[in-house]
């Protein structure tokens, strides 16, 4: 069936540095993503969406960028903190259920 | 109140115990989820609830039997389990439909269930 899935299962980052966190989807008729982030001992919390008639939004310190043409979308995180680190999970929610990726995990080293 | 309430946060259980799990809700939301996480894996969705009905089953064995009292509460009824089946539950809600944020889910902390 349709996937949704990620290109790197870890990210290692320095405090400050920008970080980005790619996800690859293959249902063309994706129409909705959702990014959650989920920390330790805790259920996955929504960061940020965007709808597929739109290729850039920008939150606090993230922004989600949408290249339908390669059906691929990318999380940036500003000036990444230690408390950014989490697993990071993508989900394509054009149908009524999300469909969640494969998820990365950030560590922020201080 | 935007919280999604889980209880217990551990359970340990043998294989032929019964227990439950609880999630609540006091957000107005008409959908409410069950999803398993495996270590390391995202979650997966076990049933859906929309507006106190059983919506989707994906399949899950029969060990598991949800089940929906009221549009705020969300349990999972379990019996005669596997050590498999050792995971970390997850309940979410939701408002149904694919009105605009219908999708965006709101998830508990989770419950941690060993079996034995």
């Known amino acids: 069936g349709e996937s949704v899935g990620l290109h790197l299962p870890t990210l290692s980052v320095q405090e400050g540095d920008n970080s980005i966190i790619n996800c690859a989807y293959s249902?063309?008729?994706?129409?909705?993503f959702i990014w959650y982030k989920q920390e330790s001992g805790k259920g996955p919390q929504f960061i940020i969406d965007?709808?597929?008639?739109?290729d850039k939004r920008q939150g606090q310190r993230v922004t989600v960028l949408l290249n339908k043409t390669v059906k691929h979308l990318s999380l940036q995180i500003a000036a990444t903190q230690p408390g950014d680190s989490a697993v990071y999970f993508c989900?394509?929610?054009?149908?009524?259920?999300?469909?969640f990726g494969r998820g990365t995990s950030l560590i922020v080293h201080p | 109140d935007t919280e999604v309430t889980q209880t217990p946060k551990h359970l340990v259980m043998g294989m032929t115990n019964k227990k439950s799990l609880k999630c609540e809700q006091h957000?107005?939301?008409?959908?409410m989820y069950w999803y398993k996480q495996k270590a390391k894996k995202p979650p997966e969705l076990m049933f859906v609830?929309?507006?106190?009905?059983?919506?989707i089953n994906e399949s899950v064995p029969s060990r598991f039997s949800p089940e929906c009292p009221n549009s705020s509460l969300l349990n999972l009824h379990l019996h005669a389990l596997q050590p498999e089946d050792s995971a970390l539950y997850l309940c979410?809600?939701?408002?149904?439909?694919?009105?605009?944020?219908?999708?965006?889910?709101?998830f508990g902390a989770g419950s941690r269930l060993t079996v034995l």
């Open positions: 979410a809600s939701s408002q149904p439909g694919r009105t605009s944020g219908a999708n965006v889910l709101t």
């Open positions: 249902n063309s008729a994706s129409d909705y």
């Open positions: 965007i709808r597929s008639n739109m």
């Open positions: 989900a394509e929610g054009g149908s009524y259920i999300p469909t």
């Open positions: 957000m107005g939301h008409r959908a």
């Open positions: 609830y929309s507006y106190e009905k059983l919506s």
